[in-house]
């Protein structure tokens, strides 16, 4: 069974940083691409990183760029988010899942919770 589980959300205060883990099981994951989606309240979904086990290659969005680090660890079927300097824009769940063979993603986890907050 595939299990995509992300943890690590929480309510926080303006300038704090948060790790968010993605830990899978029942794929491949040297074969998979992890990605981390997250959603505003009132907006639609956001792309943020993709993790390609394969190359080890990790990708984060411009939107996020020096502000978040997203990484894996193979070894470990983890792939990570690291976010620094959190702001009241970044209040959203983060979801991870996994990158379909075609448009889309075909395996999904649960969403965890970030709020930034004064």
């Known amino acids: 069974e595939v299990q995509l589980v992300a943890s690590g959300g929480g309510l926080v205060q303006p300038g704090v940083s948060l790790t968010l883990s993605c830990v899978a099981s029942g794929l491949a994951f040297r074969r998979s691409a992890i990605t981390w989606i997250r959603q505003a309240p009132g907006k639609g979904l956001e792309w943020i990183s993709s993790?390609?086990?394969?190359?080890?290659?990790?990708y984060c969005a411009v939107s996020v760029k020096g502000q978040f680090t997203c990484s894996t660890d193979n070894a470990k079927n983890v792939v990570y988010l690291q976010m620094n300097s959190l702001e009241s824009k970044d209040t959203a769940v983060y979801y991870c899942?996994?990158?379909?063979?075609?448009?889309?993603?075909?395996?999904w986890g649960n969403g965890t919770l970030v709020t930034v907050s004064s």
């Open positions: 993790s390609h086990g394969s190359t080890a290659n990790n």
């Open positions: 899942a996994r990158e379909g063979r075609e448009d889309g993603f075909d395996y």
